[in-house]
C-alpha cells in the first residue's frame, strides 16, 4: 500500500485505510451532502487520534489490571476514564452485535469443517492456501486444489 493510501505521520504510526474512512463518511451523510477534501482529512485524523487515545488507555487499564492482553472490558473502562462513559451502552451493543456475527460467520464458514480435518489434511489445506497466494503475488494463477493428498503422491512419482 502507498504511504499516500493511509492517513498518518508515518509507516510507524497507526492508521486507517483513507478510502475505507472516505467511504464510511459519504455512507454516514445525506446523499445530497458533500464533504471538502480538507474536512475528510480533518474526519480522518480525528478518528486515528481517537482511536490511538482509546488504546493508550486501554493498555494502561490492562498493565494496572496486571493483564497481557487488552480486552472489551479494558476497552470499556478506558472509555469511562477519558470521560466517553456516555457511550459504554453502545460500545456494548455494538460489542455484542460484532460478537454474534462474528459466530454466525465462523459457524456457517468455510472454517467450520476444521476442526474436523486430521493435522496432514490441515498441512495440506495450508500448503495449498500459501501456493495460492504465492501465484496470485506473482501474477501467475492459482495451483490446483488438491483435495487427496494420494492423488498429489501420484502426481509427484
Known amino acids: 500500500m502507498e504511504p499516500m493510501d493511509i492517513v498518518g505521520r508515518t509507516k510507524e504510526d497507526a492508521s486507517l485505510p483513507k478510502a475505507t474512512m472516505t467511504k464510511i463518511i459519504k455512507e454516514m451523510l445525506p446523499p445530497d451532502v458533500r ?8 474526519l480522518i485524523e480525528c478518528c486515528v487520534e481517537f482511536i490511538n487515545l482509546i488504546s493508550s488507555e486501554s493498555n494502561d487499564v490492562c498493565n494496572r489490571e496486571d ?15 477519558l470521560g466517553f462513559a456516555e457511550y459504554r451502552e453502545e460500545v456494548c451493543a455494538a460489542y455484542e452485535q460484532h460478537k454474534v456475527e462474528t459466530i ?19 498441512l ?18 492459482p495451483a490446483p486444489k488438491q483435495s487427496d493428498p494420494d492423488t498429489q503422491a501420484n502426481a509427484n512419482s
Open 35 to 42: 464533504v471538502a477534501r480538507d474536512a475528510q482529512d480533518l
Open 67 to 81: 493483564k497481557r492482553t487488552i480486552a472489551p472490558e479494558h476497552v470499556l473502562k478506558a472509555l469511562e476514564v
Open 104 to 122: 454466525d460467520t465462523v459457524r456457517s464458514g468455510k472454517w467450520s469443517s476444521g476442526a474436523e480435518m486430521t493435522e496432514e489434511e490441515a
Open 124 to 141: 495440506a489445506e495450508q500448503q495449498r492456501m500459501f501456493a495460492e497466494a504465492r501465484a496470485r503475488m506473482n501474477g501467475g494463477a
